[in-house]
């Protein structure tokens, strides 16, 4: 029987939900019989979690795969500054060991995630932050599409 039971509960091909420190999402793929629920306690920026796990338990091209940390790698001294986000300033320094630290409004401050391709993972939205120019940071999805995105431009 599997998910042809209920085929109600799920709504189509997917649910989703989400509140601040909160992500639920369930891809339902009737025809291979498979749900798929992934929850988490994040603000995150992809919201088809469940959907590319399913892609990946049936053998199919994932949609996205999250690129590769590298943590040996040397700070990036151009990322460091304030940066204008919509209308609040938010920081982006040098923690005590070498890391790059992004620090909002209330003060509150992640890590930013050094990747090979030379990005930065964003670990509260997991978004992939890249230097587009000396003066702009643009974190957004790992996969092509609509949906979140953190546009920072340099303050002076």
């Known amino acids: 029987e599997g998910s042809s039971a209920v085929p109600a509960l ?9 509140s601040p420190g909160f992500y639920f999402d369930v891809h339902n793929d009737r025809p291979a ?16 979690w469940a959907e590319n796990i399913a892609a990946l338990a049936l053998g199919q091209e994932p949609l996205f795969s999250p690129p590769a940390a ?4 040397p700070l990036n001294e151009a990322w460091l500054g ?5 209308d609040v ?4 320094s040098r923690g005590a060991q070498g890391q790059v630290l992004l620090t909002d409004p209330d003060g509150a401050t992640v890590a930013l995630i050094p990747l090979s391709d ?5 670990p509260m939205f997991f978004s992939i932050c890249r230097l587009t120019s000396q003066d ?5 999805r790992m996969y092509e599409g609509e949906g979140f995105v953190m546009d920072l431009d340099r303050r002076p």
């Open 10 to 18: 799920f709504a189509g091909n997917g649910a989703g939900g989400r």
């Open 33 to 48: 019989d498979l749900i798929v629920v992934s929850a988490g306690n994040t603000y995150a920026a992809e919201f088809r």
């Open 70 to 73: 590298d943590l040996s790698r």
């Open 82 to 86: 304030s940066y204008a986000w919509n």
């Open 89 to 92: 300033t938010v920081t982006l």
């Open 118 to 122: 030379g990005g930065y993972l964003e």
């Open 136 to 140: 702009h940071i643009r974190c957004g």
